[in-house]
């Protein structure tokens, strides 16, 4: 199987220009083909010579990935189910707003953190996705459904620091002037809390966004959650928060899912709202959203308005995350692959 071109960032695909021949500068041009353009042959890249075209499509391919389903919800919220070329499947959403489209790219196959609240990790763990299977999301949305999109979020289905350096990879194209040209602050990696990808992640000193899966506020209940706490304990979680914000001079943001009964008192309100502080935080709070075979549910509208107002009331900068397409379980957490697929 030909490897897709798009696993290699410009340096390289100068190293694959020069040693096919040609001088250096082909690579950029191939390069904007690829980004701005969304070739998806080399064919088509008319200002590059015959021979290197001919010999990248000997050795390469450059097809983003293909949906095998495209469900609408009523919110205008769109969900592409992807099949891998190991038929694996993954899911990417686009969620249209007034002044943005968001894309929600997916990283991994499966996911190993098992959090208990998220369809993703009852799949278990298949494999990493490559740079060109990350892209591939993004670049299908943008050219072949002709979406303008603002804003790249790596909310998607899998853990963007437990596949980093195709992330990294990843972002530099999306962000590059010659490649998809999307700003570094419209681009947000969310994370369980893999501490020493959090400290490495700083030392990038970028300005993406960094999110932050909180979702409880004491060791206990983080843990009952999300099994990744008793590895990487809130005591941890927070140092490497607080080295974050020192080295970037970002704010993070904090994602915290409402749970009724699990992480909805006033004690947890409290707790949450003495971490946000400590950071300057910006809270995202999200209902729960319904996953299949799990007894958990969202607090009432009452109760989560409460817990919003009382975190504005401490000067916390804490806003609702509406939690769009749930109608095609398209939600936070709710990206299954092959599991929602009917086809798979
Ligand atoms: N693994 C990364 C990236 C996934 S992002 C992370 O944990 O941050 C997906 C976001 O949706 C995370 O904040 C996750 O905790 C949240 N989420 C998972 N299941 C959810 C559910 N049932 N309802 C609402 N949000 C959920």
Redesign the pocket.
């Given at each position: 199987m030909k490897e897709n071109i798009r696993n290699f960032d410009i340096s390289q695909i100068e190293q694959i220009v020069l040693s096919m021949g040609e001088p250096r500068y082909r690579a950029i041009q191939v390069f904007r083909w690829l980004y701005q353009k969304g070739a998806e042959t080399f064919t088509e890249m008319s200002d590059v010579p015959e021979k290197l075209r001919y010999n990248l499509g000997q050795k390469y391919t450059a097809k983003f990935l293909e949906p095998v389903q495209t469900l609408i919800s009523k919110d205008g919220t769109k969900k592409f189910i992807f099949k891998l070329y190991d038929n694996n499947f993954i899911e990417s959403v686009m969620i249209p707003e007034k002044d943005r489209n968001t894309v929600c790219i997916s990283t991994q196959v499966g996911?190993k953190?098992n959090?208990v609240?998220?369809?993703s990790g009852k799949l278990g763990f298949v494999r990493n996705l490559e740079v060109a299977e990350i892209l591939g999301q993004l670049l299908y949305i943008r050219f072949k459904e002709n979406i303008k999109i603002s804003n790249a979020v790596?909310?998607?289905m899998?853990?963007?620091f437990d596949n980093y350096d195709a992330l990294i990879k990843a972002i530099r194209i999306i962000n590059a002037r010659d490649g998809v040209n999307i700003g570094a602050r419209k681009i947000t990696v969310?994370?369980?809390g893999i501490v020493p990808k959090i400290m490495e992640f700083a030392d990038m000193g970028w300005q993406v966004r960094l999110?932050i899966?909180l979702?409880a506020s004491d060791d206990a209940t983080r843990s009952l959650l999300m099994p990744v706490n008793r590895k990487y304990p809130l005591s941890d979680l927070l140092d490497a928060c607080n080295y974050y914000v020192s080295r970037t001079g970002r704010r993070i943001t904090i994602?915290y899912?409402l749970i009724d009964g699990i992480n909805d008192a006033e004690k947890h309100l409290y707790g949450l709202g003495k971490i946000s502080k400590r950071f300057r935080a910006d809270v995202n709070v999200?209902p729960?959203?319904k996953?299949r075979n799990s007894s958990f549910s969202p607090p009432s509208t009452e109760k989560i308005n409460w817990f919003i107002n009382s975190l504005k009331k401490m000067g916390i900068r804490a806003t609702l995350r509406d939690?769009r397409g749930s109608d095609i379980d398209a939600?936070?957490?709710?990206l299954a692959g092959a599991r929602s697929c009917a086809c798979g």
């Open positions: 996911c953190y959090c609240f998220c369809a790596f909310m998607g899998g853990e963007p969310s994370t369980a999110s899966s979702h994602e899912i999200i729960l959203s996953i939690s939600a936070c957490g709710q």
